[in-house]
């Protein structure tokens, strides 16, 4: 097919059992990749994503190509828990596949996931990032400073 006649739209969507059945081949795909602990099974949280979405916590953005799924960005979206004056957005999950990767088209995800956070009141997005797959230039090249590093332990090796 001619990349020309390709459709590619982002879209805001709710988050409903529908939209996470539709997204589980990514999901699986995105675990696959980025794994760090690849013993540890992905098990989404249906009921979890599904109540804070309903709740009002969480905004899932979409890639389509053509209408297919083809990548998402799931955010967290509440008043900080220290500055309560503070509308802050904190990444989930941020999936492109990567046959789309290198086209620029993350960067421009990710600017539009930007805008429609900020059209809401967010006055801050934190995306935190795998150093085995780092898009940290992307995210500079977009505005975005490095403000901390994440460290984790697996308590049950001893």
């Given amino acids: 097919m001619n990349s020309s006649t390709i459709t590619r739209d982002f879209v805001q969507a709710d988050v409903t059992e529908a939209l996470i059945d539709e997204a589980m081949p990514l999901l699986e795909a995105h ?15 249906r009921d979890a994503y599904v109540m804070a979405a309903r709740a009002g916590f969480v905004r899932a953005y979409l890639c389509r190509e ?10 967290f979206v ?12 904190v990444q989930d999950v941020l999936y ?3 046959e789309l990767r290198g086209q620029a088209l993350g960067a421009a995800f990710i600017q539009w996931c930007d805008e429609q956070l900020w059209a809401e009141g967010v006055q801050v ?3 935190h990032v795998k150093l085995a797959h780092d898009f940290g230039p992307t995210l500079a090249a977009l505005g975005y400073e490095q403000v901390e590093a994440m460290w984790q332990r697996r308590l049950d090796r001893g």
Wanted: charged letters at 20%.
């Fill in 78 to 89: 509440r008043k900080h828990l220290h500055y309560t004056t503070s509308l802050t957005a």
């Fill in 31 to 45: 675990w696959r990749e980025i794994s760090h602990y690849p013993d540890i099974p992905l098990s989404v949280d």
């Fill in 125 to 127: 997005v934190t995306h």
């Fill in 66 to 75: 053509d209408g297919a799924l083809r990548g998402y960005a799931v955010y």
């Fill in 96 to 98: 492109l596949a990567p």
